[in-house]
């Protein structure tokens, strides 16, 4: 497939230009033409460098830009040109007008917004067709905001917090390599001829004398591991299943699993609530609120509850083979759809899991600084207490 950049002329005469994706270039006049344009000028675009992806602060800017227009009641199109005249990012400028092209072309947004995927989080396209569908667009986007500034925060606290113990551990780690080649050898030989051997040296002092033969084979292992590592992980993001083995190894990491499934939890009630309220079958918004959450594992649930809803089945006992969701929003569920408070019992449900999310990311920020901290100087102590400890043997025996 390749880009055509046309400019085309719509039934009132309005001059339109943008972007196609065919297959050869007659492709993509037919379906300019079966859009009822009339092209003015139509050519390859060549192919450019990769492009760059939106950065987390800049897209919670424009989303939060494109909730105000809709909840002013402008047009999608014309509120996303009026985006791309005030953007400074002049990749964030043409994608906004490019978008607006396609829109006023008659593609749907959910389309115009899969063929630029990299650009937006996971099921982006489909969340403003759900807004779009409800009635309920602006209210969704905050929704979203409000959950990307929690994932935001919990980014933050963690780079905050290791930022000072990992210059440290650099600088650590470039001080012991010195020592390891050029000092501890030597030392090592001081203390042999010492205590009559190495031998006599305590365990501990032989170890880190034998590492320190090793230290650059050690070095090499760990960057091949560390990279590794990251590899496999953008790897697993390629597919619905490696991202739901990423979700499952996130929430294994304690207190920050705990506040990646609450956040996804807030989410998915407000989500929920918001559909429900806009008159969205039960069935429906749970698929629908699980998309808006990008969650692989929560899609993964609600297909399995939707599918058991569809054929009767009560929603507790439906429930029963979902991991992601608690029994408390599957109760909720149930009592709300029975007393027909669903609703509030999903918006109280929202600020229950936020509440404790915002709770957990401050203890998580309380723990990780010391943990560091104390690991940090736990491995410069081990160093010390090993050079150490044949000089006070020695001091030992002399005395």
Request: proline share 4%.
């Amino acid at each position: 497939m390749a880009l055509f950049e046309y400019n085309v002329l719509t039934d009132s005469s309005r001059l339109m230009r943008g972007t196609i994706e065919a297959a050869d270039a007659e492709q993509a006049q037919q379906m300019l033409l079966g859009m009822n344009l009339t092209i003015q000028d139509i050519s390859k675009v060549q192919p450019q460098s990769a492009p760059k992806a939106v950065g987390l602060h800049e897209f919670l800017l424009f989303n939060q830009q494109l909730a105000s227009v809709t909840k002013a009641s402008i047009p999608l199109e014309k509120g996303l040109r009026n985006l791309a005249a005030d953007a400074q990012n002049p990749t964030m400028r043409k994608l906004l007008a490019d978008i607006a092209c396609e829109l006023e072309a008659g593609v749907p947004i959910e389309q115009a917004i899969e063929k630029r995927q990299r650009y937006f989080p996971p099921l982006y396209g489909m969340l403003l067709t759900a807004g779009i569908r409800t009635g309920r667009l602006g209210e969704m986007l905050t929704c979203l905001n409000r959950h990307l500034e929690i994932v935001q925060r919990t980014r933050r606290i963690i780079i905050e917090s290791i930022t000072y113990p990992m210059v440290v551990l650099i600088l650590a780690a470039c001080i012991i390599t010195f020592m390891f080649i050029f000092i501890i050898p030597t030392f090592g030989e001081v203390l042999s001829d010492m205590t009559d051997g190495r031998a006599g040296l305590p365990v501990l002092t032989r170890t880190i004398l034998t590492l320190s033969h090793y230290i650059v084979h050690i070095w090499i292992g760990i960057a091949v591991v560390v990279l590794g590592a990251i590899f496999i992980w953008c790897g697993l993001s390629a597919t619905a299943g490696g991202r739901r083995v990423k979700e499952t190894l996130i929430q294994t990491i304690p207190v920050l699993g705990r506040i990646y499934r609450n956040g996804i939890l807030a989410r998915l009630c407000e989500a929920l609530g918001l559909l429900v309220d806009s008159g969205c079958p039960l069935p429906e918004g749970i698929r629908l609120a699980a998309q808006a959450t990008g969650s692989e594992k929560v899609i993964l649930d609600s297909t399995r509850l939707t599918e058991q809803l569809e054929k009767g089945v009560p929603v507790i006992e439906a429930g029963g083979l979902c991991q992601m969701l608690p029994h408390i929003l599957l109760y909720s569920l149930q009592l709300g759809c029975q007393r027909n408070t669903l609703k509030e019992n999903l918006m109280e449900l929202s600020r229950m899991y936020a509440q404790q999310t915002l709770g957990m990311q401050a203890r998580l920020q309380t723990l990780l600084l010391p943990l560091m901290i104390v690991g940090l100087g736990m491995i410069i102590g081990t160093l010390v207490l090993a050079m150490f400890l044949p000089l006070i043997k020695i001091t030992t025996l002399l005395m």
